[in-house]
């Protein structure tokens, strides 16, 4: 995985912190992003006075997303483009007033004929847009209907902490968080427009395979089925919002002192690293003709 982005933040280029507190948005979204955007803003005012420093908002919070009640195809989902840009300016300057690292799904246009991209815009403390993740892994649907696939990984830093970002149905790809893990990421932000159940098992047992945290954001509408929440990096949920179909935000700490973490991220993590290497286990490896006999007792 790569870097695409440098830290803007002065805080963000200090020391290793051992605590990071965030916020998590289970947010009604609609097809208008002059509904969405002050449901938004509304949020991140409620995570700063919260004490947040980051914030993460669910697949295409600003601008919807073209499944679930009253569907709609791309083809026919009139985006108003001024209009997003402007909800998303705005987002960005109250990011910066509250210095509060925004995380928020949006479709990214591209260059007429091309469809947009499904992206998460990386928005910093200081309101400028520190790296941008277009999901490369796309549904049926999107990727013959609705949405160009991007190309590359996105991972950033934030007050000594680094984040990777997803988008949902790639969860279903394993691979995608073996390679956060090797980056080095101590918190996965996957943000999903979905309705399955299985889902949140799933982003439990990638937390704990990869010993990361892992932020789930989902729509207000979908949240009966998996609300929004915190993985911590043994699988188990710190967090959660009420699955009832309301608005909500989450509120909680990535915490390195935390006792009952200290096995997943001391030992279960550092083993996992170095056994991915292979180096250890290519040393203990033993020339023996019982080996080589697969089909005997």
Same mark, same amino acid.
């Given at each position: ?6 830290? *803007?933040?002065? %805080? ?30 509304a ?11 980051? !914030? ?33 300016? #705005?987002?960005? %300057? ?8 925004? !995380?928020?799904?949006a479709? +990214?246009?591209? *260059? ?16 400028? !847009? ?7 892994l796309?549904?049926y649907? #999107? @990727? *013959? ?8 990984? /996105? @991972? ?39 309705? =399955? ?26 949240? =009966? ?5 915190? @993985?911590?990096?043994d699988?188990?949920? !710190? ?10 935000? @989450?509120?909680?700490? /990535? =915490? ?10 001391? +030992? ?8 991915? *290497? ?8 033993v ?11």
């Amino acid at each position: 995985m790569t870097d695409l982005s440098r830290p *803007t933040s002065s %805080a963000s280029q200090s020391a290793p912190s051992g605590r990071l507190r965030i916020a998590i948005a289970q947010t009604e979204v609609a097809f208008d992003a002059r509904v969405n955007g002050p449901r938004i803003r509304a949020q991140m005012r409620e995570a700063a006075a919260a004490g947040a420093r980051l !914030i993460q908002f669910t697949e295409g919070a600003m601008s919807g997303y073209p499944s679930g009640p009253g569907k709609q195809a791309l083809t026919g989902w009139d985006i108003d483009w001024p209009a997003l840009r402007a909800e998303l300016e #705005e987002t960005a %300057a109250l990011a910066a007033d509250l210095s509060l690292w925004t !995380i928020i799904g949006a479709a +990214h246009r591209l *260059t007429p004929p091309h469809r947009p991209h499904n992206s998460l815009y990386v928005i910093s403390d200081r309101g400028e !847009i520190a790296g941008r993740y277009d999901k490369r892994l796309l549904s049926y649907s #999107e @990727v *013959t209907e609705w949405y160009a696939p991007g190309l590359r990984p /996105l @991972v950033f830093e934030v007050d000594g902490f680094r984040l990777a970002c997803l988008l949902c149905i790639e969860i279903q790809f394993p691979e995608l968080f073996v390679e956060c893990a090797r980056a080095g990421a101590d918190l996965v932000l996957l943000s999903t427009f979905s309705r =399955d159940p299985m889902f949140a098992i799933q982003a439990q047992g990638h937390a704990a395979c990869g010993a990361f945290w892992l932020g789930f954001s989902v729509p207000a509408q979908y949240s =009966d089925a998996a609300p929004a929440g915190l @993985v911590g990096p043994d699988g188990r949920w !710190i967090s959660q919002a009420p699955g009832d179909g309301q608005a909500s935000l @989450v509120i909680a700490d /990535l =915490d390195r002192m935390d006792e009952a973490l200290q096995v997943a991220l001391r +030992h279960a993590r550092r083993w996992r690293e170095t056994a991915r *290497t292979g180096e250890l286990h290519q040393a203990a490896q033993v020339e023996d003709a019982r080996s080589l006999a697969t089909h005997r007792f």
